[in-house]
C-alpha cells in the first residue's frame, strides 16, 4: 500500500479535531445567543432607568417652588429649569438623555378662574371645574408632542392611559411626566430593531401651591421657558 493511501486510511479513522470541529460549527449559534441575552440584558436595564427617571422627575417637580408662611409657594421657570438639569446629570453619561429623549411636565389642575390665571384667562377661559393642563415644560432633542395633549388642554377623565386616568383635587394640582427615549443597541439594532422606551409617572402637588402659573424672578432679564416647541438638550 502507498504511503498516500496510508496516510488517508489513518486520517479517516482520526477522531482527535471532533470537539474542535464541534465547537467551530457551534460557535456562531452560541456567540448570537450570548450577544441576544446581553442586548436583552441592557435594554430591561434602560428600561428601568428611564421608568425610575420618570418617576423623580415628576416626585421633585411636585415638591418644588418657594416655601413662605405667607403666600402659597410659587414656581418659576427657573426651577423648572433646574429640574430638568438635574435629571439629565441623574440619568447620567451612559444614558445621555436629552441627546436622545425627551421630558414633558404637565400641571394638571382643575379651572378656577379666581386663582389659575395672574391676569386674564387668554385660555378660554375654561369653564369653571374642568380639569385641564394648565403649563407644560419640555426639553430634550427627540422630536415628539404629548400623547395626552398640550398646554390648555382640556381633560374630561383626567390624564393617563384609558381606564387608568388621574385627577387632581380642586384647587391642588397634580404633576404629570411623560418620558421618551430612542434606546441605542449595546451590540445591534437586528434584535429589536428601532426602539422607543416610554415612561409616565405622576405625583399629586403636597404644598399649598400658587396656582396662577410660572413665574419669572428677574422680568427684566427672563429666564428661559422649557418651550414644548423648542428641541434642544444640554
Not at 425627551?102 to 378662574?113: M, N, Q
Not at 415628539?144 to 394640582?173: C, K
Amino acid at each position: 500500500m502507498s504511503r498516500f493511501g496510508t496516510m488517508i486510511r489513518k486520517l479517516a479513522g482520526s477522531r482527535s479535531g471532533v470537539a474542535m470541529t464541534e465547537f467551530a460549527l457551534s460557535l456562531p449559534l452560541l456567540l448570537t445567543a450570548g450577544l441576544y441575552g446581553a442586548e436583552t440584558a441592557n435594554l430591561a436595564l434602560v428600561h428601568m432607568k428611564v421608568n425610575q427617571l420618570a418617576i423623580h422627575v415628576a416626585d421633585n417637580a411636585s415638591r418644588i417652588g418657594d416655601t413662605s408662611q405667607i403666600t402659597n409657594r410659587q414656581i418659576f421657570e427657573a426651577d423648572i429649569n433646574d429640574l430638568l438639569m438635574g435629571s439629565n446629570i441623574q440619568g447620567g453619561p451612559t444614558l445621555n438623555f436629552y441627546e436622545r429623549g425627551r421630558t414633558i411636565i404637565s400641571s394638571v389642575e382643575v379651572f378656577d378662574s379666581s386663582v389659575s390665571c395672574s391676569s386674564g384667562c387668554p385660555s378660554g377661559p375654561h369653564p369653571s371645574g374642568t380639569i385641564y393642563i394648565h403649563w407644560q415644560r419640555a426639553k430634550g432633542k427627540k422630536v415628539w408632542t404629548s400623547s395626552y395633549g398640550a398646554e390648555n388642554a382640556i381633560l374630561p377623565s383626567g390624564i393617563g392611559p384609558a381606564g387608568q386616568e388621574v385627577t387632581p383635587d380642586a384647587g391642588g394640582a397634580l404633576i404629570f411626566v411623560e418620558l421618551a427615549y430612542d434606546y441605542k443597541p449595546l451590540v445591534s439594532s437586528r434584535f429589536f430593531g428601532p426602539t422607543t422606551i416610554k415612561a409616565i409617572s405622576s405625583f399629586i402637588v403636597r404644598d399649598s401651591r400658587d396656582l396662577a402659573g410660572l413665574k419669572q424672578r428677574k422680568p427684566a432679564a427672563p429666564d428661559t421657558v422649557a418651550s414644548t416647541s423648542v428641541y434642544d438638550g444640554y
